[in-house]
């Protein structure tokens, strides 16, 4: 290994994907779910319901900074659609949060829990500003008041958050604790599954914080099952070394698969003889970016998709797959642990040359399986081993992965598409079965 010495990291190049033009992230939902439906017949009606978010929610509110100058912060929660279940998905800090981009991931969240079976309909939040600007106390005020302007809209029967980029279990366990304390001593304690993904000692579950990765990796080892693939000796670039990256490539590591490159919005780091993950996810837990980090080469962006190797794993930004990326690349399997990676242009670049996908709805929808086996913990005060949520999870995984694959071969579409016709399926029957009110 040869992780030792200090090497500089250039400033950032653009986040985005430079190939394909203004990206419209929720159009390109839109587009997918016109697919889907087309492949599974969908009736007309339920497209139209679902081309758009039931409740579009914006807060703005002020917090007081360190320095006592007042800031004003403006806040999103989409409720997609809540047909299965309250409302599910993530809350995410972020300085490029829209919107558009919270619409898109609110529909994805319905797509993932109809997937994953779960009693649970997609919602998805976020505030626009750099969470790394700020203080830890500014951190605090920021989430306790955006929870508080939020009020009855979430609930643990309404619309119940989690933890997406930016947050963290920290941020979940403040959320929660603002929440209780607006409902009245006589709920305080019946209120916890408000959010998800929390500290455990704070009502969260053992696995969750793992959770993605640990999904994300039951795709790849099923993949790499079918393909007659052998992970031991497998390389990986990894982009995003956050929660979902980090683990991923941790857990990878004992199939005998090596990181040698990563990158995160401080820039791109190369090391051909493997990084040692355990290693730079403690450097970044400490240091929240991989800067700084005394091990590995420092390379741009464009070097980084060019680097030979086997998995990619986007778990960053959403638009990071362009086509001019998708050409570049020379591995094997996309395995998209973000959100959106993936640019429609650049996807079927991909496509085009080989390269397999495995789609986010199935493939990082690992989060919100485990964040649902704390929300039923929670409510019946209960706490499982890791071994039982482990279990549990490797089993919805494969049967997900099974249903995905079996459609895509018999409706000939896209695993992407597949991921989002099973889920449709289950949105129609029970469409069908209540029909619209009133
Ligand atoms: P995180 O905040 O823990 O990590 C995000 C990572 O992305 C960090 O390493 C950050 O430096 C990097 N990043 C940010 N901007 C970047 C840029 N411009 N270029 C390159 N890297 C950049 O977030 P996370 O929870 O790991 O989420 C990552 C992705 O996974 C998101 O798309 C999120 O929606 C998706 N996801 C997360 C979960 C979950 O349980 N946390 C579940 C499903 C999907």
């Given at each position: 290994?040869?992780?030792?010495?200090?090497?500089?990291?250039?400033?950032?190049?653009?986040?985005?994907?430079?190939?394909?033009?203004?990206?419209?992230?929720?159009?390109?939902?839109?587009?997918?779910?016109?697919?889907?439906?087309?492949?599974?017949?969908?009736?007309?009606?339920?497209?139209?319901?679902?081309?758009?978010?039931?409740?579009?929610?914006?807060?703005?509110?002020?917090?007081?900074?360190?320095?006592?100058?007042?800031?004003?912060?403006k806040g999103y929660r989409i409720q997609?659609?809540?047909?299965?279940?309250?409302?599910?998905?993530?809350?995410?800090y972020h300085k490029s949060v829209t919107?558009?981009?919270?619409?898109?991931?609110?529909?994805?969240?319905?797509?993932?829990?109809?997937?994953?079976?779960?009693?649970?309909?997609?919602?998805?939040?976020?505030?626009?500003?750099?969470?790394?600007?700020?203080?830890?106390?500014?951190?605090?005020?920021?989430?306790?008041?955006?929870?508080?302007?939020?009020?009855?809209?979430?609930?643990?029967?309404?619309?119940?958050?989690?933890?997406?980029?930016?947050?963290?279990?920290?941020?979940?366990?403040?959320?929660?604790?603002?929440?209780?304390?607006?409902?009245?001593?006589?709920?305080?304690?019946?209120?916890?599954?408000?959010?998800?993904?929390?500290?455990?000692?704070?009502?969260?579950?053992?696995?969750?914080?793992?959770?993605?990765?640990?999904?994300?990796?039951?795709?790849?080892?099923?993949?790499?099952?079918?393909?007659?693939?052998?992970?031991?000796?497998?390389?990986?670039?990894?982009?995003?070394?956050?929660?979902?990256?980090?683990?991923?490539?941790?857990?990878?590591?004992?199939?005998?698969?090596?990181?040698?490159?990563?990158?995160?919005?401080?820039?791109?780091?190369?090391?051909?003889?493997?990084?040692?993950?355990?290693?730079?996810?403690?450097?970044?837990?400490?240091?929240?970016?991989?800067?700084?980090?005394?091990?590995?080469?420092?390379?741009?962006?464009?070097?980084?998709?060019?680097?030979?190797?086997?998995?990619?794993?986007?778990?960053?930004?959403?638009?990071?797959?362009?086509?001019?990326?998708?050409?570049?690349?020379?591995?094997?399997?996309?395995?998209?642990?973000?959100?959106?990676?993936?640019?429609?242009?650049?996807?079927?670049?991909?496509?085009?040359?080989?390269?397999?996908?495995?789609?986010?709805?199935?493939?990082?929808?690992?989060?919100?399986?485990?964040?649902?086996?704390?929300?039923?913990?929670?409510?019946?005060?209960?706490?499982?081993?890791?071994?039982?949520?482990?279990?549990?999870?490797?089993?919805?995984?494969?049967?997900?992965?099974?249903?995905?694959?079996?459609?895509?071969?018999?409706?000939?579409?896209?695993?992407?598409?597949?991921?989002?016709?099973?889920?449709?399926?289950?949105?129609?029957?029970?469409?069908?079965?209540?029909?619209?009110?009133?």
């Amino acid at each position: 290994m040869s992780d030792d010495h200090p090497v500089s990291i250039p400033a950032a190049t653009p986040s985005e994907s430079k190939s394909s033009g203004k990206y419209e992230f929720f159009k390109a939902i839109q587009a997918y779910l016109d697919q889907a439906a087309h492949a599974v017949d969908l009736p007309p009606y339920i497209t139209t319901i679902l081309s758009q978010p039931k409740n579009e929610i914006i807060v703005n509110f002020p917090v007081r900074m360190d320095d006592g100058s007042i800031r004003l912060f403006k806040g999103y929660r989409i409720q997609h659609n809540n047909l299965l279940g309250p409302y599910k998905g993530g809350i995410r800090y972020h300085k490029s949060v829209t919107l558009d981009d919270i619409k898109a991931l609110a529909a994805m969240m319905t797509w993932k829990c109809a997937l994953m079976n779960l009693p649970f309909g997609g919602g998805k939040g976020g505030i626009k500003f750099d969470p790394n600007e700020v203080s830890r106390a500014e951190l605090q005020r920021i989430t306790r008041r955006f929870f508080h302007a939020l009020g009855s809209n979430i609930g643990p029967e309404t619309d119940v958050p989690a933890p997406d980029m930016g947050t963290d279990a920290r941020t979940m366990a403040w959320a929660m604790d603002t929440y209780m304390n607006t409902v009245g001593q006589l709920f305080k304690q019946a209120v916890k599954g408000v959010v998800t993904g929390k500290p455990i000692a704070s009502g969260g579950t053992q696995g969750r914080e793992k959770a993605t990765g640990q999904g994300l990796v039951h795709c790849i080892t099923e993949w790499a099952e079918e393909r007659d693939f052998q992970l031991g000796g497998s390389t990986l670039l990894v982009q995003g070394f956050g929660n979902v990256g980090s683990h991923t490539a941790v857990i990878l590591s004992k199939y005998g698969a090596s990181t040698i490159a990563v990158g995160d919005h401080t820039g791109y780091l190369y090391n051909p003889e493997r990084f040692n993950p355990h290693k730079l996810q403690d450097h970044v837990k400490r240091n929240r970016s991989i800067a700084g980090y005394p091990g590995g080469k420092a390379i741009t962006r464009e070097e980084f998709f060019r680097i030979k190797a086997d998995i990619f794993i986007p778990a960053a930004l959403e638009n990071q797959v362009g086509v001019d990326e998708a050409s570049a690349l020379q591995v094997r399997l996309v395995a998209e642990g973000a959100n959106g990676p993936c640019h429609p242009d650049g996807e079927r670049v991909l496509l085009e040359r080989g390269i397999d996908i495995l789609p986010d709805v199935l493939a990082n929808s690992g989060g919100v399986t485990v964040s649902y086996y704390e929300w039923v913990q929670n409510k019946r005060s209960e706490s499982w081993s890791l071994e039982e949520v482990d279990s549990r999870l490797e089993k919805a995984m494969k049967r997900a992965y099974r249903e995905v694959g079996e459609l895509a071969r018999q409706k000939k579409v896209s695993l992407r598409v597949a991921a989002y016709g099973v889920a449709l399926q289950r949105l129609a029957a029970v469409y069908g079965e209540r029909e619209i009110f009133p």
